[in-house]
């Protein structure tokens, strides 16, 4: 599976972005799918994560009520859709892949990453 992630960008505190992956390589409805992030200085973390069939979600606390994670498999990409933007948001984003139940951090497949900038 090769994943392309795009959409980063730099944007004030408060805003939104959406971020993207598009997969290739494999029927997208038998992978699932999620970002995590790494800021500087600090561990790749979980941000939300999205089953094979879209039909399960879950996020981080640190962003759940703010980010909303979604699938289409028609189009082979999952969205990441960011409100509410805060500084500590900032990082590289990166999509994961697995054919596996869900995403962890130890996910065979991994995008490049784009990097997400919020300005207070």
């Known amino acids: 599976v090769q994943l392309q992630a795009y959409g980063g960008g730099l944007v004030q505190a408060g805003g939104s972005l959406r971020l993207s992956c598009t997969a290739s390589?494999?029927?997208?409805?038998?992978?699932?799918m999620g970002w995590f992030r790494q800021a500087p200085g600090k561990e790749r973390e979980f941000v939300a994560r999205?089953?094979?069939?879209?039909?399960?979600?879950n996020y981080a606390d640190s962003v759940k009520g703010r980010f909303t994670i979604s699938k289409d498999n028609a189009k082979n990409t999952v969205y990441l859709q960011m409100t509410s933007l805060k500084a500590e948001d900032t990082a590289v984003y990166y999509c994961a892949a697995t054919l596996d139940y869900y995403v962890t951090t130890e996910s065979e497949y991994w995008g490049q990453g784009t990097q997400v900038t919020v300005s207070s």
């Open positions: 390589g494999r029927t997208f409805s038998s992978v699932a």
């Open positions: 999205i089953g094979r069939s879209a039909g399960s979600t």
